[in-house]
């Protein structure tokens, strides 16, 4: 499902912020950041608001400091959600959703790591945030990538999860409609259940839906919290994008 969480908080876009550029890859525009001959690719899924997310593109830095390749495409084709009501900033987002289904994204995305891979890169992990989080939990039911991470995910099943074949993680909020703390449990539950694939889940308390991306960067706990999740990522990719 989706709701008002999934598009609360807007962020405000700057195509021009970041420490990377943007460039056309398997007919996407996509911001890409750190170094080309990095055997090591990540790629990040934007929820609704798109790919020039300041926040967003924050996080693909880091990951590109940490030694990897980031690629952030945009997987809405320069039609990101853009409310039409401050005071109620859902309506409309059901027919922008029926426009831009994940499974079209989902296709784009292996076409994406199969180009990256025709260039090099030996290893891909893939990370998710919202509705992001439904292309890569697709991703993560194949082999074409290492490891995955889902942040606040929506419209992501507990089938999802029981197909998922390689290692994830589950980044939920205490405060979530979407994919409420009792949801993230039954997906830990499947995985706990699940042999030979290794699994991380953490509901982190007292963050609503969406904390890792649309949080205020002049608000401390909020970055504090964001940063947390952001470590978890990054540190989760360390260890099996390799």
Same mark, same amino acid.
């Given at each position: 499902?989706?709701?008002?969480?999934?598009?609360?908080?807007?962020?405000?876009?700057?195509?021009?912020?970041?420490? /990377?550029?943007?460039?056309?890859?398997?007919?996407?525009?996509?911001?890409?950041?750190?170094?080309?001959?990095?055997?090591?690719?990540?790629?990040?899924?934007?929820?609704?608001?798109?790919?020039?997310?300041?926040?967003?593109?924050?996080?693909?830095?880091?990951?590109?400091?940490?030694?990897?390749?980031?690629?952030?495409?945009?997987? #809405? @084709?320069?039609?990101?959600?853009?409310?039409?009501?401050?005071?109620?900033?859902?309506?409309?987002?059901?027919? #922008?959703?029926?426009? @831009?289904?994940?499974?079209?994204?989902?296709?784009?995305?292996? *076409?994406?790591?199969?180009?990256?891979?025709? !260039?090099?890169?030996? *290893?891909?992990?893939?990370? /998710?945030?919202?509705?992001?989080?439904?292309?890569?939990?697709?991703?993560?039911?194949?082999?074409?990538?290492?490891?995955?991470?889902?942040? @606040?995910?929506?419209?992501?099943?507990?089938?999802?999860?029981? =197909?998922?074949?390689?290692?994830?993680?589950?980044? /939920?909020?205490?405060?979530?409609?979407?994919?409420?703390?009792?949801?993230?449990?039954?997906? =830990?539950?499947?995985?706990?259940?699940?042999?030979?694939? =290794?699994?991380?889940? !953490?509901?982190?308390?007292?963050?609503?839906?969406?904390?890792?991306?649309?949080?205020?960067? /002049?608000? =401390?706990?909020?970055?504090?919290?964001?940063?947390?999740?952001?470590?978890?990522?990054?540190?989760?990719?360390?260890? @099996?994008?390799?």
């Amino acid at each position: 499902m989706s709701g008002p969480q999934c598009c609360s908080n807007p962020p405000v876009l700057d195509p021009s912020c970041g420490a /990377g550029h943007v460039q056309k890859l398997a007919g996407l525009d996509t911001y890409v950041t750190g170094s080309p001959d990095s055997k090591l690719a990540i790629l990040l899924a934007s929820d609704v608001f798109g790919y020039e997310a300041p926040n967003l593109r924050y996080l693909a830095d880091k990951a590109a400091a940490a030694g990897f390749f980031v690629v952030v495409p945009d997987f #809405w @084709h320069g039609d990101r959600y853009v409310p039409k009501n401050a005071e109620k900033p859902q309506d409309g987002l059901d027919v #922008w959703v029926n426009k @831009h289904g994940t499974d079209k994204a989902a296709v784009e995305a292996r *076409s994406l790591i199969e180009t990256l891979k025709s !260039k090099g890169v030996t *290893s891909v992990g893939a990370a /998710g945030c919202c509705v992001g989080a439904k292309i890569v939990v697709e991703l993560a039911k194949t082999d074409i990538i290492q490891a995955a991470v889902l942040l @606040h995910p929506t419209f992501v099943t507990v089938e999802d999860i029981n =197909e998922v074949k390689g290692p994830i993680t589950i980044l /939920g909020a205490e405060i979530d409609e979407i994919s409420p703390p009792a949801l993230i449990k039954q997906f =830990e539950a499947v995985l706990a259940g699940k042999s030979g694939v =290794e699994f991380f889940v !953490k509901v982190f308390p007292k963050v609503a839906h969406g904390w890792t991306l649309r949080y205020d960067t /002049g608000d =401390e706990e909020a970055v504090k919290n964001a940063e947390a999740a952001h470590q978890i990522v990054l540190e989760w990719f360390s260890k @099996h994008v390799k």
